[in-house]
């Protein structure tokens, strides 16, 4: 893993209704490392998220791309950046097949509107490329099946392809294998380790066995802070986090 980092957020802070959600986070993440993001529900994990994809922000602090301020810029801007976040199943076209899906995120990247996608050449370097990523996650067989026709763990597999087909170097997932069963659990998070090798990954799970077998570090939140970010073994004997998960195992 790379000493440089990747994402920063210094001190950021976001109220809604003069009500403070975030109250001074600071987070680093170096290149090539994947971190966890876990808490109790309303922590503001799902905040801190919507802050570094521009989706809501900041009222005060910074957040850093590859040491580039995108505190004020807007999604698309940092999706450019090389900033991937994963949407949920609802925001795949479901009519569309999972070939189509793939492509659409492929060709956001390259910036093209609809009416350039005649430019026939890279068309096919986009269909390539989402060949590629459906390889990779296994969906290959079913790239012409409809979206919405899938299987539950295809769907999410696919919404995993759609947030890696543009090749960003720091993605963000939002409970990525919420729903599913531990055997699909189980091939998500190897799927996951696998596609997102290289690249600096933060990630939202409430899954303990996922947190655990996945994160090189954990970073947890309570009330709009990260109280604790450190390897598994510090995370399990921290006493504030222990305090926090008192009637929950942390072990997974
Ligand atoms: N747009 C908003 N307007 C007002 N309050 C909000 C808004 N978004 C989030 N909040 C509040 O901020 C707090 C943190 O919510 P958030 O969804 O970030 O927590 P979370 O840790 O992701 O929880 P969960 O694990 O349940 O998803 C909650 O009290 C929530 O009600």
Redesign the pocket.
């Known amino acids: 893993m790379s000493e440089a980092l990747s994402l920063e957020l210094q001190g950021v802070r976001k109220a809604?209704?003069r009500?403070e959600?975030?109250c001074g986070v600071d987070l680093q993440l170096r290149e090539g490392e994947r971190c966890a993001l876990i808490?109790?529900?309303?922590?503001?994990?799902?905040?801190?998220?919507?802050l570094v994809s521009g989706r809501?922000r900041a009222d005060a602090g910074r957040i850093l791309l590859h040491g580039e301020d995108i505190t004020r810029s807007t999604p698309q801007a940092i999706n450019r950046l090389g900033l991937a976040r994963s949407f949920q199943i609802s925001s795949l076209f479901p009519r569309l097949s999972a070939f189509e899906n793939v492509r659409c995120a492929v060709l956001w990247k390259l910036g093209y509107r609809y009416a350039f996608w005649r430019r026939i050449g890279r068309l096919r370097d986009a269909a390539d490329r989402a060949h590629e990523v459906l390889e990779r996650v296994g969906l290959l067989a079913r790239a012409h099946l409809p979206a919405g026709e899938l299987s539950y763990a295809d769907q999410r597999a696919l919404e995993l392809a759609v947030t890696i087909a543009a090749d960003a170097s720091v993605i963000l997932l939002d409970?990525p294998t919420a729903g599913m069963n531990r055997a699909e659990a189980q091939a998500m998070v190897a799927l996951i380790r696998e596609v997102t090798h290289g690249k600096t990954l933060l990630m939202?799970e409430?899954d303990m066995q996922v947190v655990f077998g996945l994160a090189d570090r954990i970073a947890v939140?309570d009330n709009?802070r990260v109280i604790a970010c450190d390897g598994a073994e510090r995370i399990r004997a921290n006493p504030e986090v222990q305090r926090l998960y008192l009637n929950r195992s942390i072990d997974g």
């Open positions: 809604f209704d009500a959600i975030i808490g109790p529900n309303g922590a503001g994990k799902s905040s801190l998220f919507n809501h409970e939202v409430h939140m709009g």
